[in-house]
């Protein structure tokens, strides 16, 4: 599902149980918060997909301890949660040898209900065995921890455990995705915003929060900062001018030129009120143009290096390389993984 930005937000009620920990539960409700918001702060660009509304659902709507001594304040009751497009339970604090069975009656009642009326559920690590207690993996594959593995096989033997994945999704449309380990919450987080607000602000999520492989730092993840807000009526005009026409040949002499500046002059005036020289702004328009046609298409390197302005595929990669800190084949596998995702 890929929705406008104006449509309406997407509901989440994330579960909070006795048993909740709640490092994943707050991960989440920091992540969907975000959604449509943190990236059109951060660049001046819009949202590219409905925003998210995440709220903590407890069984009373009262604080419950957790395991970790940190309280989890829900801010709503199974009572009063009715109206929900995705329900999460995430990771449970359960002994391996106790039986799970009939432990949560009033969750898992709802949960059934939430199901029959239409929402996707989902679980982190070992909320999926509330999901089985709930009678709702019967039959399915599902996710989870490694180590509740043998709770699976000896409570919850009809379903299908694939116990070495990171996401599981499904059931009809894909309405039951149950995650793997504690940390597979990042993996759901992405998943679901690429399903539910669209890959491109999936991929923003990424970019925000450095999802997925860290292993050659952040600037791979690095989006173009919004430019300084200034008066200078020359320059802006000059910025909107080339927003139409960074990939043509010297767009900071073209630039100058249409300023009536001298290039000095220009380039002075220009760094002063957008905080970049004028080349750095040329540049990232190129590089940021060439990140969207990586992520979003399956065009050469040497097409995109030629789309956005350079004719020698060499010095793009180089200055790619440079910008990222990765090159444009490791960039593209690393983002097009999220549009990859099953639904």
């Avoid at 975000?34 to 709507?61: F, K």
């Avoid at 070495?164 to 915003?193: F, K, M, N, Q």
């Avoid at 802006?236 to 000095?264: F, K, T």
């Avoid at 957008?274 to 750095?280: E, H, R």
Wanted: with cysteine; net charge neutral; glycine share 8%.
């Amino acid at each position: 599902m890929v929705a406008a930005a104006d449509a309406a937000p997407v509901r989440v009620s994330l579960l909070a149980l006795p048993e909740t920990t709640p490092a994943a539960l707050y991960g989440l409700y920091e992540v969907f918060g975000a959604v449509g918001v943190v990236w059109p702060d951060l660049t001046g660009e819009p949202a590219a997909g409905p925003r998210i509304n995440a709220r903590i659902v407890g069984v009373s709507g009262e604080t419950p301890g957790s395991i970790a001594g940190v309280p989890i304040a829900p801010q709503a009751s199974l009572q009063e949660a009715t109206d929900c497009d995705i329900v999460i339970v995430t990771d449970l604090a359960l002994t391996p040898d106790g039986d799970p069975r009939g432990r949560w009656p009033a969750a898992t009642a709802w949960l059934r209900d939430r199901y029959a009326k239409g929402a996707t559920l989902c679980s982190v690590c070992t909320g999926s065995i509330l999901l089985a207690d709930a009678g709702l993996l019967d039959g399915l594959e599902a996710t989870t921890h490694w180590s509740a593995a043998g709770l699976f096989g000896q409570y919850f033997p009809s379903v299908r455990l694939r116990a070495e994945r990171i996401l599981v999704p499904a059931g009809p449309e894909h309405r039951i995705v149950t995650g793997g380990g504690s940390s597979s919450w990042e993996d759901l987080a992405v998943y679901l915003v690429a399903r539910f607000c669209g890959e491109v602000e999936a991929v923003r999520i990424a970019k925000i929060f450095l999802f997925g492989d860290r292993s050659e730092g952040q600037a791979p993840y690095a989006g173009r900062v919004r430019p300084h807000r200034h008066e200078d009526a020359v320059i802006a005009d000059c910025q909107a001018w080339i927003a139409e026409r960074y990939a043509g040949e010297n767009p900071v002499a073209r630039m100058a030129a249409r300023s009536g500046l001298s290039e000095r002059t220009f380039t002075r005036r220009f760094k002063a009120a957008t905080g970049y020289s004028p080349v750095d702004y040329a540049q990232t328009l190129r590089i940021e143009e060439a990140k969207q046609l990586l992520e979003t298409t399956n065009e050469p390197t040497d097409a995109v290096a030629a789309q956005v302005g350079y004719n020698d595929p060499a010095f793009f990669r180089r200055l790619f390389k440079r910008r990222t800190g990765t090159t444009p084949a490791r960039y593209r596998q690393r983002f097009r993984s999220i549009a990859a995702l099953p639904r």
